[in-house]
């Protein structure tokens, strides 16, 4: 299963898909620079001076491009820091387009976004020595979380795009899945979804976020 997409350049020169619906996988601002933004800095490095020892379990909404997989294995190798990293997709990216995608320039890089998007569905595999990988096919909604996950990258479409996505529901799940003091990162820091989130127990921030967008969210479980 897949959906209609096209190609498309963002502002920091880096490409993000585009549904028939026009909906983008990332902001138009620059792709790269909004995943390394909220995911990696708000998000990942945030888990791991919270969780300084052995291994931090990441959730993620929407495997998508990859990018965000791509940049936490990236920086898992940079700190020598090991990673279950488990990611649901309910369409994942045909290979015709994943091929046309580049985020790095490094051949290292380019071959690690290869094995990322090759891994098989369904299946854990290490995809790097510190990265075990599981790509679940399916919906969020419907799948069984991993156990005791410390960091979750919301990553869904907009909730105007997938308001099904942005409830209190399924928020109560994904909280009941974390560790106390786990972290939720997601680019959207609308009303609507700050309440959804604090409605449900997490306690919520609102940080400053990357160029074209004023704030993103960061939210915790209590310890
Ligand atoms: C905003 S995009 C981000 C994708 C990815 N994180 C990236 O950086 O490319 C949202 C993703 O969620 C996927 N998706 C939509 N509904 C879903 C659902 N119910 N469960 C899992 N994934 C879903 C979409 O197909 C899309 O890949």
């Given at each position: 299963m897949s959906q209609a997409i096209e190609i498309v350049a963002?502002?920091?020169g880096s490409p993000t898909l585009r549904t028939a619906a026009g909906i983008t996988y990332h902001s138009?601002?620059?792709?790269?620079?909004?995943?390394?933004?909220?995911?990696?800095?708000?998000?990942?490095?945030?888990?791991?001076?919270a969780f300084p020892e052995g291994l931090v379990?990441?959730?993620e909404m929407g495997f998508g491009t990859g990018l965000n997989a791509l940049l936490t294995a990236l920086e898992s190798n940079r700190r020598h820091r090991a990673i279950r990293y488990v990611s649901v997709e309910k369409y994942p990216v045909p290979e015709v387009i994943w091929q046309q995608l580049t985020y790095t320039q490094a051949a290292a890089g380019q071959a690690l976004f290869e094995a990322l998007?090759?891994?098989?569905?369904?299946?854990?595999?290490?995809?790097?020595?510190q990265v075990e990988l599981l790509k679940v096919a399916g919906e969020l909604q419907i799948m069984t979380l991993p156990?005791?996950?410390?960091?979750?990258?919301?990553?869904a479409f907009a909730p105007e795009d997938a308001p099904e996505l942005w409830t209190p529901l399924l928020f109560r799940k994904l909280i009941d899945g974390m560790?106390?003091?786990?972290?939720?990162?997601?680019?959207?820091s609308k009303g609507v979804v700050r309440r959804a989130l604090q409605e449900v127990g997490f306690l919520v921030e609102k940080l400053?976020?990357?160029p074209g967008k004023r704030e993103i969210v960061r939210a915790r479980k209590p310890e």
């Open positions: 963002t502002k920091d138009t601002h620059g792709a790269v620079q909004e995943s390394m933004h909220v995911f990696i800095q708000t998000g990942l490095i945030a888990a791991l001076e379990t990441i959730l998007h090759r891994a098989p569905w369904n299946e854990p595999v290490m995809i790097t020595p156990e005791a996950v410390q960091l979750i990258y919301f990553d560790v106390p003091g786990g972290i939720l990162t997601t680019y959207c400053p976020g990357p």
